[in-house]
């Protein structure tokens, strides 16, 4: 089993792919800058390519997560000050597009770390507080179509599974 494992995770990490196999590029420069893509199949997204943490229990409800855990703690606090801040001024513009921003920055970085799921709330939840972030928007779609790509049907709206725990020890 561990022999298969590892054999998995290696052609994941080499790039194998099939020529039949649509390959899934980010055309917007803004965002290849901020996540530094690179090219991936559709069938890379698929549950048999995703690498989890098998010490960590499955998050209960219908969505699991797959992708590297990651680090969110920085953006995690900037969410929790956000938040605050709206709570404060609850009709401040500033202040929802603050929090949305800060959204926005920890779906990115859970977009780079493959946890598509979860950015994909986390996108949503930029979008709804700063309707004019077309970036989210676009984010939204894409990771949508990554989804029916591999014939998928994606998380709807308050499904999307948490973050990936991230261990600081290892």
Aim: glycine share 6%.
């Amino acid at each position: 089993m561990k022999v298969l494992t590892v054999m998995l995770l290696a052609m994941g990490a080499f790039g194998c792919t099939n020529s039949d196999t649509p390959v899934v590029q980010n055309t917007n420069a803004g965002a290849a800058n901020a996540l530094q893509e690179r090219p991936q199949t559709a069938i890379a997204h698929g549950p048999e390519m995703q690498r989890t943490d098998p010490s960590a229990s499955a998050p209960k409800g219908r969505w699991s997560q797959g992708g590297d855990p990651v680090d969110t703690s920085k953006e995690d606090s900037a969410i929790m000050a956000a938040e605050k801040a709206l709570r404060e001024k609850p009709a401040d513009s500033e202040a929802k597009r603050g929090l949305g921003a800060a959204f926005f920055k920890r779906a990115s970085l859970l977009t780079e770390a493959r946890q598509y799921a979860s950015a994909l709330g986390d996108y949503r939840r930029a979008l709804k507080h700063d309707p004019s972030n077309a970036e989210a928007k676009e984010w939204i779609d894409r990771i949508i179509s990554i989804y029916a790509s591999i014939n998928k049907e994606s998380p709807k709206e308050g499904e999307e599974p948490p973050p990936l725990a991230f261990d600081k020890t290892k």
